[in-house]
């Protein structure tokens, strides 16, 4: 059977930084860099989930909420 060769470098899954193969274990995650992967990764559910907030906010109850916790400051 075929097999294809295995590459010398992969995706860090928590962050995207290529990492070698034989340092994966010893691989810390630059925050920054998790903060912008997790940002992309979730760029859609970031977008709805706002879209769904606007909505809420335009509706009776958003409103009064808005109202009530101003009242409430």
Known sequence: MFAFPQPHYMACV???ASVARG???EHMCDPERRAEFLLVRWR?????LEEEFTR???SPQ??????YAARRR
């Open 44 to 48: 859609g559910q970031l977008d709805r």
């Open 56 to 58: 809420y906010l335009e």
């Open 23 to 25: 340092e994966a274990g």
């Open 62 to 67: 958003g409103q009064f909420d808005v109202w």
């Open 14 to 16: 928590d962050c995207g």
